[in-house]
């Protein structure tokens, strides 16, 4: 049996049109200007790739080309791998392909939140709260202003907080952070550190209300206790932080981190989170959990009446947070 080739001598780019055949344990390739006989064992046969014509390479860098396929197939019997035939076929390939896509999902639904929660467990306190400091300045610089309340409302609120009863400390905030905000609004937000940052809006949307105020900061307490926030930010972040592990540089990430921490959303799971912590703390401190729903709802009124832009503008709060009826109806029912 005789096939149909290209020969190229590896020393030119001209093309020697060939015939290719066996004798015994040799290949004997023939054509007008040339002549070799090879060993079949010194010679390497390329896998298929589509329908690209058939490579047969020579220890010389001589190379031969084969289109007929077919040909090539019944000269070289069982010389194709069984990887080989599967990548060349569509069905196995639809079905890697499949494969790839649900292994990339399931990477992203429950793998990267498992390895945030595992890197964030990880990342020294000293660390994160340098990072804090540093998210804290940039916000200052660009979207928060000092506080109006006076030291002395500050310093009852910072008291309240002192005093609570927890029955899991890792919550305590490294900090409380008083700040005004005219793009935020009413708004509260743990920094990944576990330093609280709470709006003057927030406080006086809540009437002076202390116990609405700790309800809610007893919310954000939740998050520092699951180090949501730095979770948040390490998800939010993780292609940024595969390049900067890679070029070992990470300050491109650490300039993101305000922005990256501003546009987070936390997922369900970390507001019940959060909303239990707070419920929990509140009835050990003889608070009716209902507090939290109270303050709750006047957040969401705020919101869809816009009656004060003061308010309402940077009601981020609760648009970063899951259904509010459905939060303020499990509050209630505790």
């Known amino acids: ?9 590896g020393r030119s780019a001209k093309a020697h049109p060939v015939t290719l055949c066996l004798e015994g344990d040799k290949l004997l390739l023939q054509g007008k200007e040339v002549v070799r006989r090879e060993v079949l064992t010194g010679l390497e046969i390329q896998p298929p790739l589509a329908s690209t ?21 019944e000269l070289f019997p069982g010389t194709d791998s069984r990887v080989a035939a599967l990548e060349n076929s569509w ?28 890197l964030a467990e990880r990342i020294p306190i000293e660390l994160a709260q340098s990072l804090d400091r540093q998210v804290l300045a940039d916000l200052d610089r660009h979207l928060l202003q000092p506080s109006r309340l006076s030291p002395e409302r500050q310093g009852q609120i910072n008291a309240k907080l002192g005093n609570l009863v927890l029955a899991d400390e890792a919550g305590r905030p490294a900090g409380l952070e008083f700040r005004a905000s005219a793009e935020l609004g009413a708004n509260a937000f743990a920094l990944p550190g576990g330093n609280v940052v709470v709006l003057d809006a927030l406080i006086e949307l809540a009437d002076d209300d202390d116990e609405q105020i700790v309800a809610v900061l007893l919310h954000e307490m939740g998050h520092v206790a699951g180090r949501h926030a730095l979770r948040q930010l390490l998800q939010a972040s993780a292609l940024g932080l595969a390049l900067a592990w890679y070029v070992g540089d990470f300050s491109q ?16 799971e970390f507001e019940r989170d959060a909303d239990q912590f707070a419920a929990d703390a509140l009835k050990a401190n003889a608070i009716p959990p209902g507090r939290l729903a109270d303050m709750l709802q006047k957040l969401e009124a705020a919101r869809q009446s816009n009656y004060n832009r003061k308010f309402a503008d940077g009601l981020d709060y609760l648009s970063s947070h899951p259904s509010s009826e459905e939060r303020i109806n499990r509050l209630r029912s505790q």
């Open 53 to 73: 014509p058939r490579v047969v390479l020579f220890a010389d860098g001589a190379r031969c080309e084969v289109a007929d396929s077919r040909g090539f197939a």
């Open 91 to 118: 069905r196995w390939s639809g079905l890697a392909l499949l494969l790839v896509l649900v292994v990339a999902g399931a990477g992203y639904v429950w793998g990267l939140p498992y390895a945030a929660q595992r």
């Open 1 to 9: 049996m005789r096939v149909a080739a290209v020969y190229y001598d």
């Open 253 to 268: 990430v650490l300039a993101a981190a305000p922005a990256l921490l501003l546009e987070a959303r936390y997922s369900r």
